[in-house]
């Protein structure tokens, strides 16, 4: 299954990097980036997150947050938050393996890891826009972001 423009996003709930659980219904009220990463400590995926670490500003005068997850354990997506100074949520889909991933249809199972694939939801948790890149070792194309949030 997956979401498209218009979809309400999934029923989830995923453990952050300080051991706290989060769930879809604590994004109601705000508009929110729930951007997939398929491998921390990769130099594309520590590409992305610090393009996304350096632009905070510009998506918060946009009054959009920003939320990562990733199939990764727990104590590794702590680790990479902790490497690259991130102060946003990244969640860990570890177990089961994806299931988060494949609720919202960006999960390889070929591969075992979710797909680039960065869902932009408005206040109701509504997608009004998804930046994606299909390709592993691609990543998103980040003018789309400065399109968007005028960046």
């Known amino acids: 299954m997956s979401i498209n423009v218009g979809d309400k996003i999934p029923e989830f709930k995923l453990i952050n990097t300080n051991k706290d659980f989060l769930e879809d219904k604590d994004f109601l009220g705000k508009k929110t980036m729930f951007v997939f990463i398929p491998f921390p400590f990769s130099s594309v995926c520590d ?50 393996h994806g299931e988060v991933a494949k609720k919202f249809g960006c999960f390889s199972e070929e591969a075992g890891i979710s797909l680039r694939y960065t869902y932009i939801t408005d206040e109701n948790n509504v997608v009004t826009e998804i930046i994606k890149s299909d390709e592993i070792p691609v990543e998103r194309d980040f003018s789309l972001y400065k399109e968007k949030f005028g960046i």
């Open 47 to 96: 590409k992305e997150i610090c393009e996304l670490r350096d632009n905070q500003s510009s998506f918060e005068e946009n009054e959009t947050s920003t939320v990562m997850i990733t199939v990764s354990a727990r104590p590794t997506n702590e680790a990479w938050a902790n490497h690259h100074k991130i102060d946003f949520p990244i969640l860990a889909d570890f177990w089961p």
